[in-house]
C-alpha cells in the first residue's frame, strides 16, 4: 500500500477532532500533562499521557520565559486559552494562552520512482 501524499496528509490535519487530543472548549485538565516544553517565547509543545501531542501558543511574546522558566496559573484543574496564564520565573510579568492545539507530525512521503 502506498504511502499518503502529502496533500492527503494535509487534509487529514484539517479534520483533527480536538477531543481526541483531550483538548475540550479550549482546555486540558492538567492531570493528563506529562511535560511543557517551552520551544521560544510564545510557543510550548505538550506532552500528554498516551503519546499524544498539544502545541500552546501565548496570546503574545512573553519575554524570558524560555530562558527562566515559569509558574503556571489556572483556574481549578485545567489549562485554558484565555483563562489561563504563565509567569515568567524571577519577574512580575504574565503571558495568558491565546490558543491550544492538536500536534500532528507529517511523514516525509515516499520516493516514487523515477522512469526515463
Same mark, same amino acid.
Given at each position: 500500500?502506498?504511502?499518503?501524499?502529502?496533500?492527503?496528509?494535509?487534509? !487529514?490535519?484539517?479534520?483533527?477532532?480536538? @477531543? /481526541?487530543?483531550? +483538548?475540550?472548549?479550549?482546555?486540558? $485538565?492538567?492531570?493528563? =500533562? #506529562? &511535560?511543557?516544553?517551552?520551544?521560544?517565547?510564545?510557543? !510550548?509543545?505538550?506532552?500528554?499521557?498516551? @503519546? /499524544?501531542?498539544? +502545541?500552546?501558543?501565548?496570546?503574545? $511574546?512573553?519575554?524570558? =520565559? #524560555? &530562558?527562566?522558566?515559569?509558574?503556571?496559573?489556572?483556574?481549578?484543574?485545567?489549562?485554558?486559552?484565555?483563562?489561563?496564564?504563565?509567569?515568567?520565573?524571577?519577574?512580575?510579568?504574565?503571558?495568558? =494562552?491565546?490558543?491550544?492545539?492538536?500536534?500532528?507530525?507529517?511523514?516525509?512521503?515516499?520516493?516514487?520512482?523515477?522512469?526515463?
Amino acid at each position: 500500500m502506498a504511502a499518503p501524499s502529502l496533500i492527503d496528509q494535509v487534509r !487529514a490535519i484539517q479534520q483533527v477532532n480536538p @477531543k /481526541k487530543y483531550n +483538548i475540550r472548549n479550549g482546555c486540558i $485538565n492538567t492531570g493528563r =500533562i #506529562k &511535560r511543557i516544553k517551552l520551544l521560544d517565547d510564545r510557543t !510550548a509543545m505538550i506532552s500528554m499521557f498516551g @503519546k /499524544k501531542k498539544a +502545541i500552546m501558543r501565548l496570546s503574545s $511574546n512573553c519575554p524570558g =520565559i #524560555k &530562558r527562566r522558566g515559569f509558574a503556571q496559573i489556572s483556574v481549578g484543574r485545567r489549562l485554558c486559552t484565555k483563562s489561563s496564564s504563565f509567569t515568567v520565573l524571577g519577574d512580575t510579568f504574565s503571558c495568558r =494562552i491565546g490558543s491550544i492545539e492538536p500536534y500532528i507530525e507529517l511523514e516525509d512521503p515516499a520516493e516514487q520512482e523515477k522512469s526515463d
